[in-house]
T-cell receptor, first 111, second 112 residues
Framework: ETGVTQTPRHLVMGMTNKKSLKCEQH?????MYWYKQSAKKPLELMFV???????ENNSVPSRFSPECPNSSHLFLHLHTLQPEDSALYLC??????????FGSGTQLSVL | DAKTTQPPSMDCAEGRAANLPCNHS???????VYWYRQIHSQGPQYIIH???NNETNEMASLIITEDRKSSTLILPHATLRDTAVYYC?????????????FGKGTKLTVNP
């Protein structure tokens, strides 16, 4: 248990579905991150939030929509995904300028 | 692109020290070197980080060369549970916009 909790742990969805990934941290951190890890590829940063404000969008397609209602929660809303979006989605948090702590990830399969 | 270069794989005998090298020849003066590891299909686990001095914690030691162009992560007594992909990362940015750019890492296999 790292202090960063991601749900669900596994998700299977069709291309027409809408689903959401949730990330929660109670470490008092003020920055939260979404990463994507496709099979046999390095982790790719998707989004960064600092104090609930999005500060980085790494050219992510609009079918991925992040939401950060407060410093402790981060969501990734998914709609009309493609099979190539199947991947491990990882959330992380940090205190500004310090190490990032990762959750266990959500393994997503798009059929 | 990642600013570091690591060997794709290494082997180590259980109980021996594992020394994982990393090159970061373009590192800037205010950029930190971070090490994470990832066990299959789990989130990366923070190990250690440093700026220019050598660092040690309960998991590992980090040796950074004087010119800061390379570093070595040392696991003093490797166990089977240390089998993982180890990432050496130069953290870029500052003031809330820090980013970790992951490369392919080194797959360390600890053998009995």
């Amino acid at each position: 248990e790292t202090g960063v909790t991601q749900t669900p742990r596994h998700l299977v969805m069709g291309m027409t579905n809408k689903k959401s990934l949730k990330c929660e941290q109670h470490l008092g951190h003020n920055a939260m991150y979404w990463y994507k890890q496709s099979a046999k590829k390095p982790l790719e940063l998707m989004f960064v939030y600092n104090f609930k404000e999005q500060t980085e969008n790494n050219s992510v397609p609009s079918r991925f929509s992040p939401e950060c209602p407060n410093s402790s929660h981060l969501f990734l809303h998914l709609h009309t995904l493609q099979p190539e979006d199947s991947a491990l989605y990882l959330c992380a948090s940090s205190q500004q300028g310090e190490k990032q702590i990762f959750g266990s990830g959500t393994q997503l399969s798009v059929l | 692109d990642a600013k570091t270069t690591q060997p794709p794989s290494m082997d180590c005998a259980e109980g021996r020290a594992a020394n994982l090298p990393c090159n970061h020849s373009t590192i800037s003066g205010n950029e930190y070197v971070y090490w994470y590891r990832q066990i299959h299909s789990q989130g990366p686990q923070y190990i250690i980080h440093g700026l220019k001095n050598n660092e040690t914690n309960e998991m590992a030691s980090l040796i950074i060369t004087e010119d800061r162009k390379s570093s070595t992560l040392i696991l003093p007594h490797a166990t089977l549970r240390d089998t993982a992909v180890y990432y050496c990362i130069v953290r870029v940015g500052q003031g809330g916009s820090e980013k970790l750019v992951f490369g392919k890492g080194t797959k360390l296999t600890v053998n009995p």
